[in-house]
């Protein structure tokens, strides 16, 4: 598989998920719908970087899991969109750089120095920049839901937006 095919798909999936952060509710970027889950801001944060870190942490061939899950704070809507832009640039030029010889390398990530994943790059990038981001997505799209903000298309027509009409 190459990870140059993954590029077309990204693009497509850019456009909901920008409509979806730019719906985000600033004061309510610290609220959390149960005490075990990430605040607003947390999720919508990673959201808006998973694309990006997962690409440069495919690039650099290895992370650690402390890393890999690390969900910073933020109560900031326009750090949220501007770190959106930057990520997904940063995930298409990694993207855009890869060749055969890229794609037959594997990624390793670390829990205290040993290692507990070791995938193919384009396995990362399936599963963790693509699958991952569309569950934390939706997550993001519950919270939205909860707080009466109005979900845009993603796929088709939503409860409050149909592209259609």
Same mark, same amino acid.
């Given at each position: 598989?190459?990870?140059?095919?993954?590029?077309?798909? !990204? @693009?497509?999936?850019? $456009?909901?998920?920008?409509?979806? +952060?730019?719906? *985000?509710?600033?004061?309510?970027?610290? %609220?959390?719908?149960?005490?075990?889950?990430?605040?607003?801001?947390?999720?919508?944060?990673?959201?808006?970087?998973?694309?990006?870190?997962?690409?440069?942490?495919?690039?650099?061939?290895?992370?650690?899991?402390?890393?890999?899950?690390?969900?910073?704070?933020?109560?900031?809507?326009?750090?949220? !969109? @501007?770190?959106?832009? $930057?990520?997904?640039?940063?995930? +298409?030029?990694? *993207?855009?750089?890869?060749?055969?010889? %890229?794609?037959?390398?594997?990624?390793?990530?670390?829990?205290?120095?040993?290692?507990?994943?070791?995938?193919?790059?384009?396995?990362?990038?399936?599963?963790?920049?693509?699958?991952?981001?569309?569950?934390?997505?939706?997550?993001?799209?519950?919270?939205?839901?909860?707080?009466?903000?109005?979900?845009?298309?993603?796929?088709?027509?939503?409860?409050?937006?149909?592209?259609?009409?």
């Amino acid at each position: 598989m190459s990870s140059k095919n993954l590029i077309p798909e !990204l @693009e497509f999936e850019r $456009t909901s998920t920008q409509k979806l +952060l730019e719906r *985000l509710p600033e004061d309510k970027l610290s %609220w959390k719908p149960h005490p075990k889950a990430l605040t607003l801001g947390q999720l919508a944060f990673h959201v808006a970087t998973i694309p990006g870190r997962i690409a440069i942490f495919a690039n650099d061939g290895t992370t650690t899991a402390e890393v890999l899950t690390d969900h910073p704070l933020c109560t900031d809507k326009n750090e949220i !969109l @501007e770190v959106f832009d $930057t990520k997904f640039n940063e995930a +298409l030029s990694v *993207l855009n750089n890869t060749d055969d010889t %890229w794609d037959a390398e594997n990624w390793s990530c670390t829990l205290d120095g040993k290692e507990i994943i070791n995938w193919p790059r384009p396995v990362l990038l399936r599963f963790l920049m693509l699958n991952h981001w569309y569950h934390h997505r939706g997550e993001l799209v519950t919270y939205l839901r909860t707080l009466d903000v109005l979900i845009p298309s993603i796929y088709g027509p939503s409860a409050d937006e149909n592209p259609f009409a």
